[in-house]
């Protein structure tokens, strides 16, 4: 057993206080926080992170602030909209302290002060909006927020950061109400797009049946043109065949009018040729009248083409159509032979 003098009970008062001292003069301040300094109750200084000296005895430590930033859960609570709809929102904040003297001395208990105050705000503002926008429209409800809420706090000493909306849930019969409509808007579009689509292809198949109906016009009337180019060239040439049988007739040739007439008396007994219930055609000519047009024929002919007998022969018995049957009635004299 240690038998101790006064003078080393001395000594070990000494060092105790010593220690005592040497804690109250110095403190020592965490990386993300902030510490008030009182003396005798009042407000000084704040010490910064680090080692820091104090006066013993007559200041103190008064507030440890935590200037990191920090989040704060707004709890769910009832919204009546604009157009009565009731909505349950729920939401998260985020503030960091850039004044430790203000938070610690100008509010109570700074985290409950936030909360009631976005609390109040989101009633204000998202019951200042319809169900529609209140669904479509986070982003303008989190940026209200955000500058109402940042506004009131400032004498605080804080900053908030951020205001998210994390869920809004209408109620169950309303949800189902919006699904419903959804549901008819979506059919609406696709009733829309078929009636588009059929519209478009009927205007489509017009178009194609317009083109159709312009190109067989076209056709129609390039081929009357040239129908009507071929019946102007055969008038041509018949006027300029009448124009020579005139001319002969003028100068008083008769053969010019035996083989005018020939002409016309062949055509009519083709097409009689061609007819096919023509068998028996009674007529008033003879058949020697028909060779002796025909021989004017030729003697025409040579006249107009300039020939002493080269050019085009009388046509012969076989290579003159098919004729019909003919019952010769009594005999008439020939166009253009007098009776003795």
């Given amino acids: 057993m240690l038998n101790l003098t006064g003078f080393d009970i001395f000594v070990i008062g000494i060092v105790i206080l010593a220690i005592l001292l040497l804690f109250a003069l110095v403190k ?18 704040t010490l910064q992170p680090g080692l820091n000296i104090l006066t013993p005895f007559i200041e103190r430590i008064g507030a440890r602030m935590n200037v990191m930033e920090q989040v704060l859960h707004i709890p769910t609570q009832e919204v009546i909209t604009k157009d009565n709809a009731s909505v349950s929102a729920d939401a998260v904040a985020f503030y960091q302290v850039l004044n430790p003297a203000q938070a610690a001395y100008q509010v109570t208990n700074l985290e409950v002060a936030v909360q009631n105050l976005t609390m109040t705000n989101i009633r204000s503002v998202m019951g200042s909006m319809d169900l529609d926008e209140l669904l479509s429209n986070r982003d303008i409800i989190n940026d209200r927020l955000l500058r109402v809420v940042d506004e009131a706090v400032q004498p605080w000493g804080i900053k908030v950061t951020r205001i998210e ?18 549901k008819a808007e979506r059919e609406k579009r696709a009733q829309i797009l078929e009636a588009e689509g059929a519209r478009n292809a009927q205007i489509l198949r017009a178009e194609g049946a317009k083109q159709a109906a312009v190109l067989q016009a076209e056709g129609e009337r390039e081929a009357a043109f040239r129908d009507a180019e071929a019946r102007e060239r055969l008038a041509e040439a018949e006027a300029r065949a009448t124009q020579v049988v005139s ?31 023509s068998k028996i055609v009674l ?27 080269d050019g085009p022969a009388a046509p012969s018995r076989a290579t003159q159509p098919r004729q019909p049957t003919i019952r010769r009635p009594p005999t008439v004299p020939p166009f253009g032979s007098s009776e003795s």
């Avoid at 869920?167 to 419903?180: E, F, H, K, T």
């Fill in 283 to 309: 007529m008033p000519l003879e058949a020697s009248s028909l060779i002796g047009s025909l021989s004017g024929i030729g003697a025409i002919a040579r006249e107009v083409f300039g020939g002493d007998g």
């Fill in 247 to 277: 001319e002969a007739i003028a100068a008083g040739d008769v053969q010019a009018i035996n083989y005018f007439v020939a002409q016309k008396y062949t055509e009519a007994l083709v097409e009689i040729g061609k007819a096919g219930n």
């Fill in 165 to 182: 909306i994390k869920d809004i849930q209408p109620p169950a019969d309303l949800v189902a109400s919006m699904g419903r409509q959804m």
């Fill in 28 to 45: 020592t301040v965490p990386q993300g926080y902030c510490y008030t300094v009182e003396r005798f109750g009042k407000y000084t200084r």
